[in-house]
């Protein structure tokens, strides 16, 4: 009896662990964040429904309720870039539990009815201290990363929103109609309980001051910057560069929101609402099931060429949809588009930190999504503006071109930082250093160059390259090699 057991709960558990066996090896406290991110969602019971209880529950119109969302959406940008700013400064864990309470707080007394009027402005406050954390837990999660993880670490933490969201939809649903004050209630548990586990198993992660000292001689696109903001900003044109350019992706995937249910409505007729719905049932469950592998598929890409995959399956995906007279042809370019926007989430975050100061990391986290939301945040109104124009079939053109030429930006970029950084291993040059090593002096030397050779002393340094290896790469794009002083020079 107890083999069987053993067998079939190893037939169920065994297609998880190879799942999840692609986030092995992660610091301890991502696995927290992870249990969090998905606590966390899995409480957001408030935003999915705030229109409906603001003119359902409330009585606005919906002028009044397009107003209120307007303000929290307004509320949530000063809250980031303080975020961003103290979470340098105070530490990230201070700053993510101090506004995740009173982002919570303030949802509590919108659960009594007779406060009614006063919810619109408690959620403007609540949006306000969310707003201050997230530039903390993103760096947070870069501080507890290398770059050789992060792409995991970023994963994780995006399946587990999704996983969360997914159950807290249906929950919230049942709960705006059977009790609506615990819409904010559950939600305010929910943030309590994350908040909780980060507070008692994620230690502090802002690096020292001794650590961002020493990452100013480091060669590497993390160092440190000596300056304010706007001069570390200006010190990583690749990354300001990233971020304009994946702008335009949230151009493109704010229309699954704004012209595709009215797209469908045109088409489809009365049915047009739930074949919506079920689009994005659809696009719920392939995030779920396609994020890990996707991931682990990626894991030895260059991020940039992975986002640039990304914007080639946005413009495809939506560009379908002015062709879109069948259901079936709907269902499958929301798979494209769906796919584009896991290749983004799996690979931005990571291209992301790897290029973030550590000495601006909460700073960088407050503006860079900033300047990518820009693209999301204008896509409605121009497309709407459009529509009113030209009809909706050209907002899916526009789309389409505005994914692809963003696509070709990100893998030009990709190319040119690539060569940039070949040309700077190239000219380096070969310090002399002491050391007093067996070998004694080393010579590298250019193979089959016309004789010319450098000569270095030898370290002791561990990972020094062995005589016979290639060292690197000369001027001339030929093969350095490492030579013991009395060898003979190839």
């Known amino acids: 009896m107890r083999t069987g057991y053993t067998t079939t709960m190893n037939f169920i558990l065994s297609p998880l662990r190879r799942y999840f066996g692609a986030y092995r090896g992660l610091p301890g406290p991502m696995y927290t964040l992870f249990a969090a991110s998905v ?82 402005w408690l959620v403007v406050a609540s949006v306000f201290f969310d ?43 049942f709960l705006f109609e059977a009790a609506p004050s615990w819409i904010f209630w559950g939600n305010a548990i929910a943030v309590g309980i994350a908040t909780s586990l980060v507070a008692i198993k994620v230690p502090e992660t802002k690096p020292s001051a001794e650590q961002i000292e020493e990452s100013y001689s480091a060669d590497s696109t993390e160092k440190g910057h000596r300056g304010n903001l706007f001069s570390a900003l200006a010190s990583r044109p690749y990354l300001l560069a990233f971020s304009l350019l994946t702008s335009a992706y949230g151009f493109a995937y704010a229309q699954h929101r704004f012209a595709l249910p009215l797209q469908l409505k045109a088409t489809f007729g009365l049915p047009g609402p739930a074949i919506f719905g079920s ?57 494209i588009w769906t796919l584009g926007e896991i290749f983004n989430a799996t690979n931005e975050g990571s291209y992301m930190a790897n290029h973030t100061p550590i000495s601006h990391r909460g700073r960088f986290q407050a503006v860079l999504p900033f300047i990518q939301g820009m693209g999301f945040t204008l896509s409605p109104p121009v497309a709407g503006k ?41 000219s380096g040059t070969i310090r002399d250093a002491t050391g007093d090593a067996a070998g004694g002096a080393i010579r590298v030397s250019a193979a089959d160059a016309a004789g010319d050779v450098v000569r270095a002393a030898a370290g002791n340094a561990t990972g020094a390259a062995l005589p016979g290896e290639t060292y690197g790469t000369a001027l001339d794009g030929n093969p350095l090699k490492v030579y013991s002083e009395n060898s003979e020079c190839e």
């Open 279 to 335: 689009l994005m049932t659809l696009n719920g469950c392939l995030v779920i099931l396609l994020s890990t592998p996707i991931m682990a598929l990626t894991k030895k890409w260059k991020p940039v060429n992975a986002v640039a995959l990304a914007g080639l399956l946005f413009g495809a995906g939506f560009g379908m949809v002015a062709f879109s007279h069948s259901v079936l042809f709907v269902y499958v370019s929301t798979l």
């Open 131 to 173: 707003g201050i954390s997230d530039p903390a837990r993103s760096a947070m999660m870069t501080d507890l990363t290398t770059p050789e993880n992060r792409r995991s670490a970023f994963s994780l933490t995006y399946l587990g929103h999704n996983l969360g969201f997914a159950v807290g939809s249906l929950i919230a649903g």
């Open 39 to 120: 606590v966390n969602a899995v409480g957001i019971f408030v935003f999915p429904f705030l229109t409906l209880y603001l003119t359902a529950r409330l009585g606005m119109t919906t002028a009044q309720a397009g107003t209120v969302l307007l303000m929290t959406s307004l509320a949530y940008i000063p809250g980031n870039f303080i975020g961003g700013k103290i979470a340098d400064k105070l530490g990230r864990k201070k700053v993510m539990i101090v506004s995740q309470i009173l982002s919570a707080l303030m949802y509590i007394p919108c659960g009594f009815p007779s406060l009614g009027r006063a919810v619109p």
């Open 386 to 426: 459009l529509i009113s124009w030209r009809g909706l079939n050209w907002v899916w053109g526009l789309v389409g071109v505005v994914s692809v030429f963003a696509a070709a930006g990100l893998w030009i970029l990709g190319k040119v930082e690539e060569g940039a950084q070949g040309r700077k291993a190239a």
